[in-house]
């Protein structure tokens, strides 16, 4: 360990479970990983106050015991259990072994084989099974027993894509701890299976599209090397410096981000990833997977490929997860560190010589991707020489569709994308967590609401033209709930109200979102808005907690309500003003499907970003030197 904040190794992983399956034999691990070290401690180790061993290191780890959910906290260096929890009426995530195990026992079980033989399938080994999380509809749901609701589909042959022909209707039951079958509602009997339309993977070989012969070999070279540097999982690059994260819930997240040794935010992750879909009738309505809180987005981390997943002088970052049953499993390659050219840096021409100055961005990009079911996505932070962040997903994979009856050929709540197949009407809501840090670790921020507005027309605006920002402070946490509107160019400003720059303003950085953030379509006593009220807003602000980390709460999984989430913490009514900050920003994006996005969808990008805003004087890269080619001109 060369970082207070560095992921649990190998090592570190295994003695854990060994720990607790010593004093608990049978328990099975939902998730581990490093408890978040006590702040404080942490910057007192980076003001070189604190000697490394003395920063606190601790376990947190999640069990499934005898259907009862329990957390635990570990010390690492005297493998002692701190605290052991009886989380009562909580439910964890599901697990890897949960997903395979149901899998395998649905495909032996003679109710399975008896609905699907009706609809002429015989080979199991052709049936695919995708564990999906119950939510919360009615009082079946209630997490005194531990639920899945599979979704069924038929691969015509074993290597074609098996989401290509969903079995409708066909909802399984099952009992996770007993890993047997409660039940399966059978609602489509009357519906046949679709025509495979799905293939994807052997298109180019069976019919090639022209840029197979046309688009000729494309090569990122950098002859010397990148330009960052990782040291464990320190990365700097230019005046950035920061540290790498991972955990099996939200996967790579950053820590300690400075620029020219200025600190910026002591973490940035994603706390919560909800998808809910817009269908009347079960089993498709009850399809409102919180990725983050019920799955693990870390946990569905995927080995990334050189020249594929990142081109150019890419490298790689591994972590060590621990399975349900305490063995530890290191996945290679799962973050990926490149550079990028970013287009244009800045450049202007002087109409009066021609003489033009030019000057192109490089960006460095810190990312993963995770594959849900059926979709993909990546998760990215970009950084750029003038001082930005940018945080944005690539979302591709299989849509999740329904199967139409003969003869149906429109969809209300969805879109046909093939014969008798609709894609689903659906939106993504990605919760980041950023605990800022602007200009001083110690120091207090504010955070204030920015709105361009329209100065009226009259005596101070005689050609009615002008517009001027107003500052609105978010001084509590009831106050903070805040939408996005683009109509006024909204966005959030965190300011060191104790720090000014050489032209006299506090230094701040900007909450910038994107333009296609939206809202949920869901009335405010739905079940979602029920288990997820932080989603009505795009944005929240609390005071620093290191027990708030969760907006949906800790536990989402069969959960009518939120527990211990967002509303939860801002009822606590804390100030806001020159304090310790943690903004909640959420990104909604909102996806109606269409044609072409069948059988794969083409990756598309979902987005926000930090922007400097009176953080620096000046441009911080308007010095950047001239690329060879501009050198080569002048000569």
């Known amino acids: ?122 080979d199991m080994d052709l049936v695919m099974i995708d564990l999906w999380t119950v939510g919360y509809l009615d009082e079946e749901d209630r997490p005194k027993r531990r639920l899945g609701r599979p979704f069924v589909f038929y691969k015509v042959n074993p290597e074609a894509n098996g989401y290509g022909v969903p079995v409708e209707g066909v909802s399984p039951l099952v009992d996770l701890d007993t890993m047997t079958l409660i039940r399966i509602d059978d609602t489509g009997a009357d519906i046949p299976l679709p025509q495979y339309t799905g293939d994807y993977v052997n298109a180019w070989r069976t019919d090639p599209p022209k840029y197979q012969t046309e688009l000729k070999k494309y090569q990122v070279v950098q002859p010397d090397g990148p330009s960052y540097k990782i040291e464990g999982n320190v990365v700097t690059w230019l005046d950035w410096k920061l540290h790498v994260g991972f955990n099996p819930r939200e996967g790579a997240c950053l820590n300690m981000v400075t620029f020219a040794g200025r600190p910026i935010l ?64 290191t996945l290679p390659d799962i973050v990926c560190v490149h550079e990028e050219d970013s287009g244009i840096l800045w450049k202007h021409t002087d109409w009066r010589n021609n003489r033009s100055d030019v000057r192109r961005s490089r960006a460095l990009v810190i990312g993963f991707w995770a594959t849900v079911a059926n979709y993909d996505y990546s998760f990215n932070f970009k950084f750029f020489q003038d001082g930005t962040v940018e945080m944005f997903s690539e979302l591709t994979g299989i849509l999740s569709t329904v199967v139409l009856p003969v003869g149906v050929s429109h969809d209300k709540y969805g879109q046909l994308v093939a014969p008798r197949i609709s894609a689903t009407y659906h939106q993504h809501f990605f919760c980041w967590r950023i605990d800022t840090a602007i200009d001083g670790w110690r120091d207090g921020n504010s955070v204030y609401e920015c709105d361009s507005v329209k100065t009226p027309a009259g005596p101070a605006n005689p050609l009615k033209n002008l517009f001027d920002v107003k500052y609105t402070p978010i001084k509590s946490e009831s106050d903070s709930g805040r939408v996005q509107d683009q109509t006024k160019f909204r966005h959030w400003v965190v300011f060191n109200p104790n720090k000014k720059t050489e032209l006299g303003l506090n230094p701040g950085y900007a909450v910038m979102p994107w333009a296609e953030g939206t809202l ?110 501009l050198i080569k001109s002048k000569l």
């Not at 002692?80 to 032996?108: F, N, P, S, W």
């Not at 409102?288 to 150019?312: H, P, Q, Y």
């Not at 602000?541 to 989402?556: H, L, M, N």
């Open 520 to 629: 949920p379509f869901h009335d405010s006593d739905s079940f979602l808005l029920k288990r997820a009220p932080f989603l009505s807003k795009a944005l929240w602000v609390t005071k620093f907690s290191d027990t708030e980390k969760y907006p949906a709460g800790k536990f989402p999984n069969q959960q009518e309500h939120e527990k211990n989430g967002m509303t939860t913490w801002v009822k606590q009514n804390r100030s806001l003003e020159n304090t310790d900050l943690v903004l909640w920003y959420t990104l909604g994006f909102h996806h109606i499907p269409r044609p072409e996005e069948w059988p794969i969808m083409p990756a598309c990008r979902a987005g926000w970003k930090l922007l400097p805003y009176g953080f620096f004087p000046r441009n911080p890269c308007y010095n950047a030197p001239p690329q060879a080619c």
């Open 266 to 329: 002591y973490r940035l992750s994603l706390s919560e990833m909800i998808v809910p879909y817009s269908y009347p009738k079960n089993p498709h309505a009850r399809k409102n997977a919180f990725d983050v809180g019920e799955e693990g987005v870390g946990n569905n981390a995927k080995t990334l490929r050189s020249g594929c997943d990142c081109i150019g002088s890419a490298s790689f970052m591994s972590a060590s997860l621990c399975a349900s049953n305490g063995t530890v499993t």
């Open 1 to 122: 360990m060369a970082h207070p904040l560095d992921p649990l190794s190998a090592a570190e992983l295994a003695d854990v479970a060994a720990t607790i399956l010593a004093a608990h034999p049978g328990a099975r691990f939902a998730y581990m990983a490093l408890a978040e070290t006590n702040k404080a401690e942490v910057i007192e180790w980076a003001e070189k106050k604190r000697s490394l061993e003395k920063v606190t290191r601790q376990a947190t780890a999640t069990t499934l015991e005898g259907g009862q959910t329990y957390e635990y906290t570990v010390d690492i260096p005297s493998r002692k259990i701190l605290k052991r929890i009886h989380q009562v009426g909580l439910q964890a995530g599901v697990t890897g072994d949960e997903y395979e195990g149901v899998e395998k026992m649905l495909k032996a079980h003679p109710e399975l084989h008896r609905v699907l033989r009706k609809r002429g399938i015989t």
